[in-house]
């Protein structure tokens, strides 16, 4: 068994000899992690780093990998473990695709609730729903907070099954165990196809939405008849045509006196900026 005597990759030691070693044996994995090939010169740049996260990562499922290969480690017991016997390596399990969707994807839930929103966005939101439930309003929220992990998910399955981005080129993601490259494009797009479509989605999602920091919302508000509504001044307005809380202007204004702005493109959309 490969034996190194300092450690190899971020803030490591980095000797010659135990960095070509770790190299020799990250070539064994490389294909399965979607990179090239390293030259194994005992140089520890930022590919060889960028390699042992990514085995990290993606083979041994480590949310927060270090970068560094480290004597006696867990690291290295796994690269130095045959490949094709390698338990934490489950290559197969762990490739993109409507099974990885089915077994893994209620791990990174979204929030529907408006206490997972940042503090000063959610006490604006809390008070203009209020506000509005109490006038005669129908307010039903679909989204507040989203898991970053997911929107990750959504927004590399889309890029991937459209040919934007090749698979081998998707970054990794600390928490997250999956393989988009699945040795050949048209499976890696196939697998992220079948991922896009279970997501149901249409356009290509954001990895910046105000969602991800706690500045969204999405409701959706209906009303019957003329309803009456309170600013934040606490002056009443009343609300007939449209009944909907994605076309009425006066409602929008409404909003923006508490703090909480309408996307006038998004039906559903409302951030602290309205974006």
Not at 37 to 43: N, R
Not at 181 to 207: C, T, V, W
Request: one cysteine or more; aromatic letters at 8%; charged letters at 20%.
């Amino acid at each position: 068994m490969p034996e190194i005597s300092k450690s190899v990759g971020k803030n490591g030691q980095n000797n010659i000899g135990d960095t070509k070693i770790v190299q020799k044996l990250l070539n064994n994995f490389i294909h399965a992690l979607g990179l090239p090939a390293l030259i194994e010169d005992g140089d520890c740049g930022a590919k060889t780093i960028t390699a042992i996260t990514k085995f990290q990562s993606q083979m041994m499922g480590f949310p927060n990998p270090d970068g560094r290969v480290d004597p006696g480690g867990r690291t290295l017991a796994a690269l130095t473990a045959a490949p094709n016997n390698q338990q934490s390596v489950n290559r197969t399990d762990n490739l993109s695709g409507a099974d990885w969707w089915h077994a893994n994807q209620n791990n990174y839930k979204n929030s529907d609730e408006i206490a997972d929103l940042i503090p000063e966005f959610r006490d604006k939101v809390q008070k203009f729903v209020n506000a509005m439930r109490s006038g005669g309003a129908d307010v039903r929220i679909s989204s507040t907070r989203r898991n970053p992990i997911r929107a990750y998910l959504m927004h590399y399955s889309f890029r991937v099954a459209k040919g934007e981005i090749a698979a081998s080129a998707v970054p990794a993601q600390a928490g997250c165990s999956i393989i988009w490259d699945h040795g050949n494009a048209a499976d890696s797009r196939r697998g992220a196809q079948e991922m896009k479509d279970l997501f149901n989605i249409a356009y290509r999602p954001s990895l910046t939405s105000r969602h991800i920091a706690g500045k969204a919302i999405d409701m959706t508000i209906y009303w019957s008849g003329t309803i009456s509504v309170q600013d934040a001044a606490g002056r009443s307005y009343n609300l007939g045509e449209p009944r909907s809380g994605f076309i009425n202007d006066r409602l929008h204004k409404i909003g923006a006196s508490y703090g909480v702005i309408k996307l006038l493109s998004d039906p559903p959309h409302w951030s602290t900026d309205g974006r």
